[in-house]
């Protein structure tokens, strides 16, 4: 079975500033996806980034990158100026593709910019 | 607009009843899913279905029923056989079930807020 662990409750940034969440995992498979998922207040849950295991480069959308160390089974976010519209859960999922593609979630991290 | 909605936004139940949650999505997705939250847990997999007519238990299924008459409609019924239904519970679709050499995004709706009473 897998898991997703995230250890973070919560974390606050200010404005304008950089922040890192961290997410493990733990599979035995070698072919996979990880996600990071953004709920805000409003709990609309929002795709931010997705990597796929079999790819060596480190995904990156606008202000959003990830670190993924596929040996050390660790795929953290990382947010550079941090804006208020980022206030939010982030929640890091785990999928295999195939015939049992179903999302396995952390518990996720609150995450709080600073105006 | 495509999209998925779910209704009603907030619901109230009293100790014992059933309730139906609704899930409706016209983006022609094949497959839908549902998930309960509760503060501190993530996101747990109820219910899932890959095609019409059919359907498999998640990671929590007790207490718990579906249908999966029509494509885009995937309610799903909380029993009194649930201990504890207090929870945000959120739909989900996808395109397929399973693409072997890819993967399909899931999109959700808006959730659903249900509290016994």
């Known amino acids: 079975a897998q898991t997703v662990t995230q250890s973070q409750p919560e974390m606050s940034v200010q404005e304008a500033e950089t922040v890192t969440l961290s997410c493990t995992y733990d599979?035995?498979?070698?072919?996979?996806?990880l996600f990071w998922y953004k709920q805000p207040p409003s709990r609309q849950m929002i795709l931010v980034i997705r990597q796929e295991a079999y790819k060596q480069q480190n995904a990156t959308e606008n202000r959003f990158s990830v670190n993924f160390q596929k040996a050390a089974k660790s795929f953290s976010l990382k947010i550079s100026d941090s804006q208020l519209g980022d206030t939010a859960m982030y929640f890091c999922?785990?999928?295999?593709?195939?015939?049992?593609?179903?999302?396995?979630f952390g518990k996720g991290i609150t995450l709080s910019v600073r105006p | 607009d495509g999209g998925i909605t779910q209704s009603p936004k907030y619901l109230f139940r009293k100790e014992g009843q059933n309730v139906t949650l609704s899930c409706e999505q016209n983006l022609n997705h094949d497959a839908m899913y549902w998930y309960r939250q509760d503060p501190g847990q993530g996101l747990r997999l109820i219910y899932y279905?890959?095609?019409?007519?059919?359907?498999q238990k998640g990671d929590i299924a007790e207490g718990y029923s579906v249908s999966r008459e029509k494509k885009e409609s995937f309610p799903l019924t909380v029993t009194s056989a649930q201990k504890n239904p207090t929870a945000f519970y959120l739909c989900?679709?996808?395109?397929?079930?399973?693409?072997?050499?890819?993967?399909?995004?899931?999109?959700f709706g808006p959730g659903t807020r249900l509290t016994v009473l």
């Open positions: 999922a785990f999928m295999i593709p195939g015939a049992n593609s179903k999302l396995t």
């Open positions: 279905s890959q095609i019409v007519n059919d359907f």
């Open positions: 599979t035995s498979e070698n072919n996979y996806y």
């Open positions: 989900a679709s996808s395109i397929d079930w399973g693409v072997v050499s890819g993967y399909n995004e899931q999109f």
